[in-house]
């Protein structure tokens, strides 16, 4: 059984930084993409930022510049480095990945349990 485990969220002031870490465990063959996705209140989920396996990146406009995605492949871990944050970016931060499990001929979508990023003005 796959899971996928967030830690590094928390509480910080407005121009601060967190660094989140996901890591993926269990039966894995092999993963493609990883990413963070995020979820206000009220709102719906939205990505954040993604990473291919070779490591090309794509980050939401409202993010880019001030948020960095890596991934440590022989880790099955995917980080996310937040500087600069604002209010906007309060959000519950969920980590994703498209990934294969052993004994699987195909790729599916697992998600992580979710952290809580929380930004004070």
């Known amino acids: 059984q796959v899971q996928l485990v967030e830690s590094g969220g928390g509480l910080v002031q407005a121009g601060g930084s967190l660094r989140l870490s996901c890591a993926a465990s269990?039966?894995?063959?092999?993963?493609?993409?990883m990413g963070w996705y995020r979820q206000a209140p009220g709102k719906q989920r939205e990505l954040v930022a993604v990473?291919?396996?070779?490591?090309?990146?794509n980050y939401a406009d409202s993010v880019k510049g001030r948020f960095t995605i890596s991934r440590d492949n022989a880790k099955n871990t995917v980080y996310l480095e937040m500087n600069s944050l604002k209010p906007e970016d309060t959000a519950v931060y969920y980590c994703?990945?498209?990934?294969?499990?052993?004994?699987?001929?195909?790729?599916?979508?697992?998600w992580g349990q979710g952290t809580q990023v929380t930004v004070s003005s």
């Open positions: 990473i291919t396996s070779v490591g090309s990146t």
């Open positions: 994703n990945a498209d990934l294969r499990e052993s004994g699987s001929y195909y790729y599916d979508d697992y």
């Open positions: 269990g039966n894995i063959f092999s993963i493609n993409a």
